[in-house]
């Protein structure tokens, strides 16, 4: 009668022998597992402890096989493959970008250099290329812009654009997509929406590290857009204390500013000449000065693209 460690040992010797027999059925049933297995040069008696991770892998790699972008990507993780490695002797898996995702994310790692506050998505992926250019009355802007992207040099003082127009006719679009063109040549840029980032300021009032790194990026940040200025509600804080500090700071340093209104600058410093307190017409004329000597006015009367 046999023992129960003899029994124990065949057992054993039986699952092995059907481990080995089902791992050698799935290397010669499968090329690509094959190859995976080749490639790895690890004993068999090691590489069949991950079997089903192996399979997993070569059925990743047989989707990517016929994949003709990112967006029919079939594997568990879209632009990621399922692969092992040899990590200190040891197999291991993850997850590693296609070439697919690579190139995505190569396309994509400009915006690394842009800080948007709360923009909506065709701003953050304005582009040169698709500005309008039958419209006659943006010429004179476009060639502007353009001659500013040949031309720019950080820190050199050069002038932004402020550019006036009425509601909806691309203005914001325009500028972003001027910005976004300097960020692809590594110059780090801000899009900021500028009645909403004023709000967002009063509530980090508390916390003073929140509040802090704002205001510090905003005054020290390469190039800084500031849309839709002059729809704020006006206040002598957001005057004096936030736009005429960053003004004054981006000013001293020689950094581009560029605005955006519904306003001319003359019916701006209306805009400032008046807060709750009253008429205050030479602090209003202080931050206009400032505004001139940063930029050149520019007006865009256009058809209204957001009807």
């Known amino acids: 009668m046999k023992g129960i460690k003899e029994v124990l040992n065949e057992t054993y010797n039986l699952n092995q022998d059907k481990l080995i027999e089902d791992y050698d059925k799935a290397i010669e049933s499968n090329s690509t597992l094959k190859k995976v297995v080749e490639n790895l040069n690890l004993p068999k008696s090691y590489l069949m402890k991950y079997t089903t991770s192996l399979e997993e892998t070569a059925k990743e790699l047989k989707n990517c096989k016929h994949c003709k972008n990112i967006l029919e ?50 701003i953050k992926e304005a582009s040169m290329k698709n500005i309008d250019i039958n419209d006659p009355n943006r010429f004179e802007i476009i060639k502007w812009l353009k ?24 203005k914001t679009y325009l500028i972003s997509a001027t910005l976004n063109e300097l960020a692809k040549k590594n110059h780090k840029v801000a899009i900021i929406y500028y009645p909403e980032l004023l709000r967002s300021l009063k509530e980090s009032f508390g916390n003073n590290d929140t509040y802090n790194e704002k205001f510090r990026l905003l005054k020290t940040v390469e190039v800084l857009l500031i849309d839709d200025i002059g729809a704020e509600t006006m206040t002598e804080w957001s005057r004096d204390e ?26 701006l410093e209306e805009h400032f000449g008046t807060t709750t307190k009253g008429i205050d017409r030479v602090k209003a004329k202080r ?12 007006t865009l009367v256009s058809e209204n693209k957001r009807k």
């Open 147 to 170: 001659n500013f992207l040949d031309t720019y040099q950080p820190k050199s003082g050069m002038k932004g654009l402020y550019l006036n127009g009425n509601f909806g006719c691309g």
């Open 287 to 298: 931050i206009i000065e400032r505004i001139k000597q940063l930029t050149t006015e520019m």
């Open 73 to 122: 990507c079939k594997n568990s993780y879209p632009g990621y493959v399922f692969y092992p490695d040899i990590l200190s002797d040891n197999l291991v898996f993850d997850y590693v970008p296609c070439k697919y995702k690579k190139e995505l994310d190569k396309k994509n790692k400009y915006k690394e250099n842009i800080y948007l506050f709360d923009v909506p998505k065709e």
């Open 242 to 267: 936030v736009l005429g500090n960053i003004l004054q700071h981006r000013s001293q340093e020689g950094l581009t500013t560029f605005f955006t209104s519904n306003l001319t600058i003359k019916d």
